[in-house]
């Protein structure tokens, strides 16, 4: 409820300081102030009203950018710039993939929107190669905040993300927000970590069969996102100390990948062709990228992930996100840790990300440090995991 207070003298008191009366030099008589208060307080009425908003959820659409959509990110981080002729190549690929989704908070009445946030489904090969959501911007208007909104936003992305198979849905956020995650659901679980890469611009992702509406508006940094990002795919064969680094394939299901990845967490019976087919799933996904190292002895003994995840913050720039990195048991504390996550860092950095970032265990805050990353503005990691 929104609380009017509304003085009755108070057309009174206006008139009177609009035409004042002439001056008196008759004495004043005392006045008891004590009765002039009450007398005034007695006059004051609060009025209780409600305001009714007219609220709705909906996916992204090209039209919600002349609602306040671009200026509302903007109350979350650096926006940028971003061309008429981008935006619809970006909402072409958001809507085509059934992985990756972005909703809105639209006042009706208005035609203005209040509140935004995406959800980002990552698959992976533990937890019987199922699925991971990763909640990120999520913003409601400063004037809006505290009424429910956010709540009901983070409700229906992790409704979509639960639909889409995974097994939990994490997020990083300040210690001011985490009482709010707490009541959508979320427990405190890791740290988050990042590393800004201040000599990179945003790369945005195009189509490249698709030809620019308008070839003058259309930067040539798109088509060069995309090349760059395909580069990775085929990315070459690093050769260290007799092992190697290279992307996953699928004999690496005999070279101990998964036994590998049970020592990160649970893994689950993988048959072969499920193995095959998430691999494929991956293989054909330009954001998602796992790279191993091969001893030629023990197999796979070192894994990570980088998974690519655009957004219209940063003029549309790339944001990586290191997933899963482990090192077998036998063979660590011999620099495999940090040649892996190198690994991944700079394919970020070469994707064009401005920025990577990962969760940890705060025991290891000091290795990720090392590494080149620093505690964030949100260093909080929380999680909700479906039953």
């Known amino acids: 409820q929104e609380i009017l207070v509304v003085p009755s003298a108070f057309s009174m008191a206006t008139a009177a300081l609009a035409s004042p009366a002439p001056l008196s030099m008759k004495p004043v008589a005392n006045i008891d102030e004590s009765k002039q208060d009450n007398a005034a307080g007695a006059s004051l009425k609060s009025i209780p009203f409600t305001l009714s908003l007219s609220l709705v959820l909906h996916p992204l659409n090209v039209s919600d950018f002349n609602k306040n959509f671009l200026p ?37 009445s208005l035609g203005r929107i209040v509140a935004t946030g995406t959800m980002v489904v990552e698959p992976k090969f533990i937890h019987s190669a199922g699925f991971a959501g990763h909640l ?3 913003v409601v208007d400063h004037a809006l905040r505290a009424k429910g909104i956010g709540q009901r936003l983070v409700a229906q992305l992790k409704e979509f993300a639960r639909e889409r198979g995974c097994y939990k849905v994490i997020v990083d956020c300040s210690e001011h927000n985490v009482p ?12 988050s970590m990042s590393c ?12 490249d069969s698709d030809e620019p509406e308008d070839r ?9 996102g995309n090349e760059r990002l395909t580069q990775l795919k085929t990315m070459a064969h690093d050769h260290v100390n007799g092992m190697v680094i290279r992307p996953l394939v699928a004999s690496d299901y005999d070279r101990g990948f998964l036994q590998l990845l049970g020592q990160l967490t649970t893994v689950g019976d993988i048959k072969r062709e499920d193995f095959e087919q998430r691999l494929q799933t991956v293989g054909e996904d330009l954001l998602q990228h796992i790279v191993v190292i091969e001893d030629p002895e023990k197999g796979i003994v070192a894994s990570g992930t980088l998974l690519l995840e655009h957004k219209f913050i940063h003029r549309g720039g790339l944001a990586g996100h290191i997933e899963d990195v482990v090192v077998d048991s036998t063979i660590r504390g011999k620099g495999l840790g940090k040649l892996i ?25 000091a290795f990720y440090e090392k590494c080149g990353f620093k505690l964030n503005h949100s260093p909080v990691c929380m999680a909700c995991y479906f039953e």
């Open 180 to 191: 709010f995650y707490e009541k959508c659901g979320f427990k405190r679980k890791e740290m």
């Open 341 to 365: 996550v190198d690994k991944l860092r700079t394919m970020a950095r070469d994707a064009g990300c401005y920025k990577v970032v990962l969760d940890c265990a705060a025991h290891n805050k």
């Open 196 to 207: 800004y890469f201040v000599d990179t611009h945003a790369l945005p992702i195009t189509n």
């Open 216 to 224: 003058e508006t259309a930067s040539p940094d798109h088509h060069r």
């Open 72 to 108: 509302l990110l903007g109350q979350l981080s650096n926006v940028g710039n971003i061309s008429h002729h981008y935006i619809a190549r970006q909402l072409q690929r958001l809507h085509a993939d059934s992985m990756h989704r972005m909703l809105v908070c639209e006042d009706e």
């Open 136 to 138: 990120e911007d999520l």
